[in-house]
């Protein structure tokens, strides 16, 4: 049975999610909330630091607590300690969520992309080039890459969702197989899709950052010989 704070917590919760309590407005006054549920100031408080730490309320010292407004970095830190944290056959399950924004991110991208963003694709591609034996550097200007795509998509949810992957990214390019023929392959693989966004063909894009994320897919689970989440 949940604590009387977590009762106090949920009910203002779907409060806020159904548009009674809206975005900037202040919360009701402790003393309110002790009357209207009952509850000591101490159990108020816990449901009230419950829906900080939630992302839901931010507290103003000498002002109160006001309903936070829609913050794109809330979602960001959520996906990111979820994939910083979870192990196992959590990763492959990125590489399912990254297949599905990037094809979509390189789509819009071919038709969206300014000339700054050409440029820092462009930068990534080359510091990949630069990195052989650097598997850091590398994985470091291979996410930088991917990044400067999903920003030239235009699309800000995407690209948030993207950039919380990052760390996780990084650590798997820093421990995945290397060799002369894969990183040749990599290299390669990248500019046809640099190429596609370049010459505003975004069909062509979607398809190869669908192809190399698929085999990237594939290479994780030759890999780690984990099985796909759905078996």
Do not use: W
């Amino acid at each position: 049975m949940p604590s009387l704070s977590t009762t106090i917590c949920r009910a203002l919760e779907e409060e806020i999610l159904r548009g009674e309590l809206l975005p900037g407005e202040r919360l009701p006054a402790e003393e309110m909330l002790c009357d209207r549920f009952q509850a000591s100031r101490t159990v108020v408080r816990e449901a009230i630091q419950q829906l900080r730490g939630r992302g839901l309320v931010q507290t103003i010292k000498g002002s109160g607590s006001f309903i936070a407004r829609p913050n794109l970095e809330m979602l960001s830190h959520a996906v990111e300690t979820f994939s910083v944290l979870n192990r196992g056959n959590s990763y492959l399950e990125l590489i399912d969520l990254r297949l599905l924004l990037e094809t979509e991110c390189a789509r819009l991208a071919a038709t969206r992309a300014n000339k700054e963003m050409m440029i820092l694709m462009k930068r990534a591609l080359d510091k990949m080039r630069d990195s052989r034996g650097n598997r850091k550097r590398l994985g470091e200007a291979d996410i930088a890459f991917h990044l400067a795509i999903a920003a030239a998509s235009n699309h800000r949810l995407f690209a948030t969702l993207l950039s919380s992957l990052k760390k996780r990214s990084i650590e798997y390019a820093r421990i995945a197989p290397e060799g002369k023929e894969r990183f040749e392959g990599m290299i390669t693989t990248h500019q046809e899709i640099y190429q596609a966004i370049a010459q505003g063909k975004p069909g062509e894009a979607a398809a190869r950052m669908k192809a190399h994320l698929v085999s990237t897919r594939a290479r994780y689970l030759q890999q780690t010989d984990s099985p796909s989440p759905e078996n």
